[in-house]
């Protein structure tokens, strides 16, 4: 960040933008430059520091303000020497010994400082290097930096320092991930700012400002946002939008990752590894319910919820049956942040709420009669209940793919028609189209994952009558085969026929009806 | 149906219904106001005047469940033991009927003296808003020694709550979100000061429905004094420099002395001068006004030219205020007035330390760290130090005991800057009559600027 009077910005149509530096050979060569002079100053004093940077501003043809600022961030990257005495003292003995009458000649100036040094017992070469060593102190370390890093730190201070005067900012992310949602909320908060936040698509939106924002324009929390803006930068997709009070006018600040890319070179970004579970009772579970096949996949930290600005992030998530279940693991913890959560938990009744079962002993706990799926856990977390309330959900799910089917069903034209086609064609699970199937339609025989005309079967199974007794199975179904393509093996046992084994081998066995069978599929 | 009220942050939430000044809150789903409004608020719900002690009032069948209000639990204040003078007391008087508004006391005239005594007569948890650290300093030393308790502090250097805490505008700005509920009473120190663009949240995020607001100089010169009605209460009091001077405050001389350049200065100076003169004069520009002079600085942003014109300029104005013949003048002021107390004030920082280093004399600059400061004031105070040189720093209310010489080597030419500066050295003390000098390089455009100075 730095001095307001720095910040350049170029204003159009209401709109506005600080003139960030390119990273072009010129200003990478000023950075250089600067960075070359701080080095250089090791050893020196800070007013040796001061004047050579005095005699290259002068020289320099681009605008002062930014070498002036390019200074500024690198003077916050230097130690500078204690001096071997304090400078306080060595005033005071010399100001009181000097106070007896005005010091007006080089002969009364002598006279103080050689009775100063005596006094204090320290020789005089020692007193005038350390009486104003505070002012003026010796440059010790110099942290470098490379210029094009400058160049970065350079820019973002504009980006900040242009922040200072906003009175609102809006932020949009594209699909954020749920670590840095979290540390971006919980930074927003730490600087007493308010948020609203809402979704729209794959986006999440945050109007940020103050509490008294409402009530007036301000940029009283301009400062908080701008110091919350390194935070923002680490969330990939980012865009903001801002409104920046300027001489009494609103301008309109709009900035994108990828325009700022160009001027802000990223920090080699750490890894982000997943973090480890808050308990082994969720460990514990993530791994059993996966080991089990449910139709249902368990996600850890699934992303946020969002409903009225409420935001929670919820410990897991079961993906399937068209739909996502959330479940919060509410463990033991303090009076206030239980209350807090059961507050924010009314807002989301959905959600499979896992509640440590010595919290119902605490006093005040009360749970949001509005939770439909409220499980109690000891030290694990019973599966039987979890699967029991996701019964709930398939069968849910079920019910609405089959009014779905009944919709949209039309009688097929061709003589075959796979359940798999039926699935993909209405966009419903198997399960649904099966059962539905197998309620019977007209004109049609359902044999387990194919529809087939009646008309199409009567011919199979008239053909193969008459070979009744004398072909092999393998025969019977390359005779079915001339009429469809796969799963003969599902229409032979359809139209009721069977087989008797001679040997194991194929070619030894007969094909014959088992007769009363037929009756049931004419039937249907 | 019950009303309740909280604070948050520099606001109050209203839930229940809708009051005047409020607005609805979307994020909090309830109606937030300004804390400043918390007594109108509380007004119009009991249809009262003035009354902050209960927390359940039934008023059209409706109760107001309040927990503004955090105040610090606060105990029976002594008595100071000191009399008012007659106008004092008046001041003090005419606040109390309102519980709100402002004081206008010359400078030196006991401002703090009135506040102290309005604090002892209401008794209740004050926050005292004051410029800059040598003030608080001071005020708390006051107050320390008139009601013998300890009095906390909120500024950059130390945070300490108590039930009588004084702050600067800056860290009460700063702290105002979690400061605001817990006074009921705010005295504003210099309170031409508060109605700037950001100092004014102070007085809207506290709710303390008890306000007084001192200074010496009510007018700013941007008009913004408007605002201070609405944000501490109108002037309940004022009295003129004029008839207090003589009777109460030290009578003062104002002498002036020019001084000529060198001619090596001249030669310099004219070079400067005359380059940046030239730039104008071909950039046809002619600077009238102060936005004048504001958009001439902006264009040396773009124009390396005007850049250089205007640091031609600075270099000219620091011959013309570091001429080796004003240090020669003032060395022989110093020497005239070898057992007086003398008060040098400058500007420019830079100045400050040229003439400590040279005449070595203690220094103070907003630098200068506390305990030097003190150290430095207290020598003053006592005679140790018979000579200090300051920049801007003690323009403001510093108590500077004992001076009856000053010297001005520069100036901005402000009204008020100027008043104050006099005042400091108006203490009475004693038939002493105090004497401020002004020293002017002739012949510059420092002239023109003393001259402003004396006339706005």
Known sequence: MLPSNLLITRKRKGRIKPAFAEITEENLGIAESIINLFSRCIGKRYSVLLDEFQMLEESSAIDYRVPRSLFILLERRIITEEPSHDPFLLRRTVFEIASYKPIISERDREMVFERSSAELGISRRELEENLWADEDPIIREFSPITPDELISLYNLSLLQTLLFKADVLEISLSNPDVLSLRNLLRELRFYGLMYDIWRSGDRINITIDGPISVLKLTRRYGVAMARFIPSLLNVRGWSLRSGILDNKKIFEFQLGEEEFDRYHKKCVEEERVKPAFDSAVEENFYRQFNSLNTGWLLKREPGPLIKDSVVIFPDFCFVGYNRRIFMEIVGFWTREYIEKKMKKLELFPELIVCVNNELRCSPNFRLPSELKNVIFYKKVIPLNEILNILKKYEAEELERELKLIDNNFKRPTSPIVTVDELCSEMKVSKVAVKSFLQRGVEGYVFTGSLLVSKRLMDEISDKLDKLLGKATYAQALDIIGEFIPSKQEEIFDALGFTVDWRSLNVENSIIRRKAYIKNDIMRS | ?456
Not at chain 2, 43 to 59: C, H, P, Q, W
Not at chain 2, 110 to 135: Q, R
Not at chain 2, 150 to 176: F, H, N
Not at chain 2, 382 to 410: Q, T, W
């Open chain 2, 1 to 456: 149906m019950a009303v309740h009220l909280s604070y948050h942050r520099g606001s109050i939430l209203i839930r229940g219904t809708h009051v005047p000044n409020s607005r609805w809150d979307e994020r909090s789903k309830c109606y937030r106001a300004l804390a400043l409004h918390y007594p109108d608020i509380l007004n119009y719900l009991k249809g009262t005047l003035n009354e902050y002690a209960s927390d359940f009032i039934v008023r059209d069948g409706m109760d107001i469940e309040d927990e503004v209000l955090d105040p610090i639990p606060c105990p029976r204040f002594k008595p100071p033991g000191y009399k008012l003078r007659d106008y004092q007391r008046k001041a003090v008087d005419s606040w109390l009927k309102s519980k709100r508004g402002i004081i206008v006391l010359p400078t030196g005239s006991g401002k703090t003296l009135v506040a102290v005594n309005i604090i002892f007569e209401l008794n209740v948890p004050s926050l005292i808003v004051v410029p800059t650290l040598d003030l608080v300093r001071q005020w708390r030393s006051v107050l320390r020694e008139s009601f013998d308790m300890e009095i906390g502090e909120y500024s950059g250097e130390e945070k300490i709550l108590r039930p009588v805490t004084v702050a600067t505008y800056d860290t009460a700005y700063l702290c105002a979100e979690e400061l605001g509920n817990k006074f009921l009473l705010l005295v504003f120190d210099e309170v031409h000061h508060l109605p700037s663009e950001g100092y004014r949240h102070i007085a809207e995020m506290f709710c303390s429905p008890y306000r007084l607001g001192l200074t010496a100089t009510y007018e700013r010169a941007d008009g913004l004094h408007g605002e201070l009605p609405r944000l501490v209460g109108g002037v309940v009091f004022e009295e003129k420099v004029s008839r207090l001077s003589g009777k109460h405050l030290a009578e003062y001389s104002l002498k002036r002395i020019y001084t000529e350049l060198t001619d090596e200065e001249k030669i310099e100076y004219k070079k400067n001068y005359d380059y940046y003169r030239n730039y104008l004069r071909t950039h046809n520009i002619s600077l009238r006004s102060a936005r004048d002079f504001k958009f001439f600085i902006m264009r040396t942003g773009r124009d390396p030219e005007a850049r250089k014109a205007l640091l031609a300029r600075h270099r000219a104005r620091k011959i013309a205020l570091n001429s080796s013949s004003k240090l020669r003048v003032l060395s022989r002021l110093l020497q005239k007035h070898s057992k007086d107390r003398v008060i040098i004030f400058t500007e420019h920082n830079d100045l400050v330390r040229m003439i400590s280093h040279k005449f070595l004399i203690p220094s103070i600059i907003h630098t200068t760290r506390k305990e030097e400061r003190q150290d430095v004031l207290e020598k003053f105070k006592h005679g140790i130090y018979p000579r200090i040189v300051s920049s801007k720093v003690l323009d403001e209310g510093v108590d500077v005991p004992e001076a009856n010489i000053g010297i001005i080597l520069s100036g901005t030419g402000s009204k008020r800057e100027f008043i104050q500066r006099l005042g400091r050295i108006l203490r009475k003390k004693g038939n002493k009559k105090a004497v401020l000098y002004e020293i002017v390089s002739r012949e510059t455009t420092e002239v023109r600027s003393s001259y402003r100075r004396r006339t706005k």
